[in-house]
């Protein structure tokens, strides 16, 4: 049986390889310093085959650079927080390469800006939509603001104690806070651990 690759299984892994080096400069260097030639020698290939392939470096970008989906808010405002903690303790335990050559690249780059920001915006309105109060925007935006914020602390700021703690324990000193703006602090009298647990 002839194991060598048919040219459309050569083309998917040469795209594939792109796509990896470039995510991996935008997530380090930012959209600016990041070449067509540089992500072309990250992918041991041709800088024609990155335009062949891509047609510029803004198209490339804009496959790289995204969000990637979570899964769908739903529920009681107990578990929006429940299912939100989840989705920030996937991302601090392994790099987020695509979001973090977003965010990276945002401060420079208008595109990568709309980018965090109609990502944003939609997982928090999908979360507003839950949590059922008149001040659920603001609840979800700081929410937002708080998963993106440790989100950069750990991975691009490299912040000392955050950059090397256990995904587990920050999640652990997080929840309080999570569950207190999703759905207000636990009524008096209550015990901490009449909340969900992981």
């Known amino acids: 049986m002839d194991a060598t690759p048919t040219r459309a299984q050569q083309r998917r892994n040469t795209e594939e390889r792109i796509l990896a080096a470039a995510g991996r400069l935008f997530a380090e260097i930012g ?32 496959r790289v650079a995204v969000f990637a989906d979570d899964h769908p808010i739903t529920g009681t405002p107990e578990q929006v927080a429940e299912l939100l903690l989840d989705a920030l303790a996937i991302k601090l335990a392994d790099q987020p390469v695509n979001t973090l050559a977003a965010i990276r690249s945002m401060l420079t780059h208008p595109d990568a800006a709309d980018e965090v920001r109609a990502a944003m915006t939609a997982r928090q309105r999908e979360a507003a ?40 324990r920050i999640i652990a000193l997080l929840r309080n806070a999570f569950h207190d703006i999703a759905h207000g602090p636990a009524e008096p009298g209550s015990h901490e651990g009449t909340r969900p647990a992981r």
């Open 31 to 62: 959209y600016d310093r990041t070449t067509i030639r540089a992500v072309a020698t990250e992918a041991d290939t041709d800088p024609s085959l990155v335009m062949r392939y891509f047609g510029s470096k803004e198209n490339l970008f804009a």
């Open 129 to 168: 939509g839950q949590l059922r109060d008149d001040e659920a925007d603001l609840r979800a935006g700081l929410l937002g603001a708080l998963t993106i914020g440790v989100v950069i602390g750990r991975h691009l700021l490299e912040l000392d104690g955050l950059r090397d703690a256990p995904p587990q």
